[in-house]
């Protein structure tokens, strides 16, 4: 059977723009160059199998969501891609299964500008651990530790499409445009394009893997504030508007996996910032506002609100 | 349950010295400052149970050897240890094993001089995913396809005492010091301080993970040669000399998990780094030379010697 360097050779070592790797794939570790005025970020996550995407997802949506899931967290930082790593975990070798989850890493990772320059194969239950290098300058990282009093609140898409579709997966909901929601589930989109002009006005941002409600904790927790949400603003994809209104805010406040970014926007540069999506069409939408005179998360309505956000332990 | 925050928290969050870490464990990703005259060297490997330790190995020594095989790839490279990232999959929380598995893992980084920078935790079968940064200049890079003809083949300490401590413990081996073998294979010992004076002589290098011989071949392969090894030299220590010469030598020449640095010296270098090494009382000893008269590796008695390493599929 191929050895771990014959399977890489194989199936990872696609042509790619050598932007700043000295030394690939191939050796005991890669070697970058690192731009003089630029910091390096890095995140690292894992899907398993069964408990990040069902076990019967197409592979090519298996490499994809690995990456993309990555890509996010550094679109939430303000960096822009650079090199990512890969320790891949399987079951067999199946050149079937290896040549798509290879087709659908290798499409996002030309897509985002990102290049493979190291990993590991090992055998064992199916799992996918990816480190994500990115490249950001000082003044464009966005923590989620900043959040200030007054700030409006704002997220990229519409929210809850991801977890309605893993639903329908598991015959837990039935809905019109399923196949839209399953498409959210297994290839999500992260927000780099938006993050090239969010980090140029945010104060604050993550990106929403959790569900809105959990992760907006993150950011109130960190900053040390509270926040108040409209929920008729909260923005809903027309699959999920088919739904009743509690059950699709049921999704869009609780549902992970969505991948959007979730930011707030200074009062004073909100119009400025309007302005920029509307020039550049980018979809956000404002959905709250940061008050530090309470804690945790209330509606315009007066309803608290607790985040049933997914805990993998 | 605690969430994976607060596993983090508790577990991973351990006072360190803030190294170029500008944001640590905590936001969606690491921000780290690279010096100006350095570039970065990334590794990434990935540790399963039953399949890299065997499922009883103490969670210590797991959190040990996770770290060490990957501070062994940047021996190897010549860089210097900075930071890490650590996936980590469980079945369960069980918090003594998570206890002493941190204890492990943070007693090798303190001593190791590398700082945990961000992570993930995912339930799942056991297995521990590491990318190890490192810090090197460019004149102090060791590749592997670099070795030249005429040069000295060496390694450091003695080989194969893990893979005998392995046979110890799945009770095909009974052997006097066992218990040193089996420290040997728990506890590997990544070879830093030998790679800050062998990257000021070495033409190649790489740690030995596979085996001499598999690995032996990486360095043969990438640079175009062959090799003669003087069987007779291979480094053993008291507990594999105890066995019969060719059963010792199997394990050295074919078994895997030793982390010594195998590399090449010119050997107009060899008296310099000959004296180097005894002035720093380094393990060092020269097992052959290179020849690119052939390809592949023979012993001075005339054996062809082929790699019987371990592969993972």
């Known amino acids: 059977m191929p050895s771990e360097f014959d399977l890489i050779e194989r199936y990872f070592n696609w042509q790619q723009p050598a932007k700043g790797v000295a030394q690939g794939v191939g050796d005991d570790a890669a070697i970058l160059n690192i731009p003089n005025n630029q910091q390096l970020v890095v995140t690292t996550d894992t899907l398993i199998s069964g408990v990040h995407f069902p076990e019967q997802t197409p592979a090519h949506a298996i490499g994809h969501k690995s990456l993309a899931v990555n890509l996010s967290d550094l679109a939430a930082m303000g960096a822009d891609p ?7 975990t399987l079951p067999e070798q ?29 055998k064992g239950a199916l799992s996918i651990s990816i480190t994500a290098m990115g490249l950001a300058t000082a003044q464009n990282i966005l923590l989620r530790s900043t ?32 196949e839209y929601c399953i498409e959210r589930l297994n290839y999500p989109q992260s927000r780099h394009h938006e993050s090239s002009y969010i980090r140029q006005y945010a104060t604050a941002c993550l990106d929403i893997s ?64 309007e302005q920029e999506v509307s020039r550049r069409v980018l979809v956000c939408h404002a959905i709250g506002k940061i ?14 609100l607790v985040p049933q956000g997914y805990l993998h332990f």
């Open 82 to 88: 650079a090199w990512f790593t890969l320790a891949l």
């Open 210 to 273: 959790d569900g809105l409600l959990a992760d907006l904790n993150h950011i109130l927790k960190a900053s040390g504030v509270g926040a108040c949400l409209d929920l008729d603003s909260i923005p809903l994809s027309p699959a999920l508007s088919s739904l009743q209104k509690e059950q699709a805010l049921q999704y869009a406040l609780n549902g992970g996996d969505d991948y959007e970014l979730l930011f707030t926007i200074p009062a004073d540069q909100q119009q400025a910032f």
């Open 291 to 304: 008050d530090e005179s309470f804690s945790g998360i209330t509606s315009s309505q007066g309803r608290v």
């Open 94 to 122: 199946n050149p079937q299964w290896l040549n798509e989850f290879s087709a659908g890493l290798r499409s996002l990772a030309e897509k985002a500008n990102i290049q493979l320059v190291g990993g590991d194969t090992t």
């Open 147 to 178: 959040a200030k009093d007054g700030d409006l609140i704002y997220v990229t898409g519409t929210l809850g499409d991801a977890a309605a579709g893993l639903a329908v997966i598991q015959n837990k909901l039935r809905l019109n445009h399923a």
